[in-house]
């Protein structure tokens, strides 16, 4: 992992690269769910609260500590980021899923706010027993 983030740090010398452990993240985020019962998820689950919390409250750029930049953001991000958001997807059978491993979002990004109030309430909220990789989160407008 220190050579994936030394390769964030060299290929953006304008960016500021923060490196993410379990000892430094919650000097930047507060979270909505208890902490008891949050140490009782496994480890990616707690990253993907991370990252959502993170990313709506700052913006900026998520990268998993495991992504090895090989061309520096400011070539070929912008573009991308228009529309507030960036993210990779996958598509399979008509339905685009969205990796997690990157985003770009501006602060406040609405997709970013929703993601993350849905599945904060959901993490906080039912007794979480998961033996897969995937939750589908409805993203609907809510009815009034």
């Known amino acids: ?30 979270f909505s769910v208890p902490e008891e019962k949050l140490c009782q998820f496994p480890k990616t689950k707690q990253s993907d609260l991370v990252r959502l919390e993170l990313l709506s409250k700052y ?12 061309v520096p953001l400011d070539k070929w991000l912008g573009d991308y980021t228009q529309a507030g958001f960036f993210a990779f997807i996958y ?12 985003f ?23 007794e979480f027993y998961h033996s897969g990789t ?3 989160l409805s993203l609907n407008k809510e009815k009034k």
């Open 1 to 30: 992992m220190r050579k994936c983030y030394e390769s964030w740090k060299q290929y953006n010398p304008e960016w500021e690269v923060i490196f993410l452990e379990e000892n430094n993240s919650k000097d930047h985020i507060t």
């Open 59 to 70: 913006g900026g750029v998520w990268a998993d500590a495991t992504s090895l930049c090989r």
């Open 91 to 102: 598509k399979i059978r008509g339905y685009g899923w969205i990796f997690n491993w990157f």
């Open 104 to 126: 770009a979002v501006e602060k406040s990004n609405p997709i970013i706010v929703k993601i993350n109030q849905k599945l904060t309430s959901f993490y906080r909220d039912h």
């Open 134 to 136: 995937t939750i589908e």
